[in-house]
């Protein structure tokens, strides 16, 4: 009966490390290289890949335009690394970060060669006080980097 236990053991012991082998295997890579692009803005964007050329992190700023004509701008520089979701389906990549007074988003197109080209946007919530709150938009900012 012992024997019997310790080989159920060792086989869940193999099972539960090859398990772990392969769910390491698909996350994201550490990024091992750069491409460099402009936002519509005129703003950098820089894009960073892993071995496999998936973009696993950028930087770049954004602005947005308010009712008043005043311009909000926010730096955005997501990464997987800290848990920021750089989803994929096919060649589609959206990245998603919200707070409670802002939203920024990122819907592009990756390229083999992990090259990217889309649009972004930044909403800002503003709560004043003494008036009512307002939203200060982004129009859709195209990004390319990398092309």
């Known amino acids: 009966m012992l024997w019997v236990r310790l080989s159920v053991l060792a086989l869940l012991a193999v099972v539960v490390s090859a398990a772990v082998a392969v769910g390491h295997g698909r996350g994201p890579g550490k990024p091992v290289a750069t491409k460099y692009g ?48 750089f989803h994929r389906a096919g060649d589609k990549l959206t990245v998603a970060e919200r707070g409670e007074l802002w939203a920024l988003e990122l819907d592009g197109t990756v390229a083999k060669d992990g090259a990217v080209r889309g649009t972004m946007s930044l909403v800002v919530h503003v709560k004043p006080k003494t008036r009512a709150p307002y939203d200060c938009a982004s129009p859709r900012v195209r990004v390319s980097a990398g092309r």
């Open 38 to 85: 402009v936002t519509s803005q005129g703003r950098t964007f820089e894009l960073k890949l892993d071995d496999d050329a998936q973009p696993v992190a950028f930087s770049t700023e954004l602005a947005a335009i308010c009712p008043s004509g005043r311009m909000a701008s926010m730096p955005w520089s997501p990464s997987e690394a800290d848990g920021v979701a």
